[in-house]
């Protein structure tokens, strides 16, 4: 998982550039203007804009992803997210949904811990890592507003809230660059 934020003057340090390029580009637009619904930034990457309402993590299931990023966006309001540390039991989730690529479950997620996202803070969750978008902060349930956008699927959600979902062929290229910097620093060490 990456957090960060999108008017920090450093948040692309360590992103993947395409996600970087789709930060870069929500920098110029007016969040709180967008309508719900999807939004075509060219012809790979897509915006999805919407309003759900927080809730208490009890009464919400925890999501993972196979083969896309997700990238979380938040535009207006407060929300937690749970998060997952270690790689999930899967015989605990629902079946897998390959045309969304997406499984949900109902069962609390392991090794958990909660991120508290702010307007213009970001999310980034890997495929099979475990999260539970939409979650109240300090017992209050409000709508938030988000995005998610598409890169083949690379997609923003409107909490005011985007989502990103990036295929993870990408995702092997970039752990590859990350394995191979670390052996780099192991070696010079």
Do not use: W
């Amino acid at each position: 998982m990456i957090i960060s934020s999108l008017p920090s003057q450093n948040f692309k340090v360590g992103l993947p550039k395409v996600i970087a390029e789709v930060c870069d580009y929500l920098n110029t637009l007016d969040l709180n203007a967008l309508e719900n619904g999807r939004h075509d930034i060219n012809d790979q990457i897509y915006m999805n804009v919407m309003e759900p309402e927080t809730a208490e993590p009890n009464s919400k299931k925890a999501e993972l992803h196979h083969e896309y990023l997700d990238v979380q966006v938040l535009i207006r309001g407060t929300e937690n997210i749970e998060v997952g540390a270690t790689y999930p039991n899967l015989s605990k989730y629902e079946d897998y949904n390959k045309a969304d690529d997406y499984q949900l479950t109902a069962a609390e997620i392991e090794n958990k811990f909660t991120v508290t996202l702010v307007p213009k803070m970001f999310a980034v969750f890997y495929p099979y890592e475990p999260h539970k978008p939409c979650c109240i902060v300090d017992g209050k349930s409000e709508k938030i507003s988000g995005e998610s956008a598409g890169f083949s699927h690379l997609m923003f959600k409107k909490h005011t809230k985007v989502c990103l979902f990036l295929n993870a062929v990408r995702l092997v290229t970039i752990q590859h660059a990350q394995e191979m910097a670390l052996k780099s620093v192991q070696v010079n060490h």
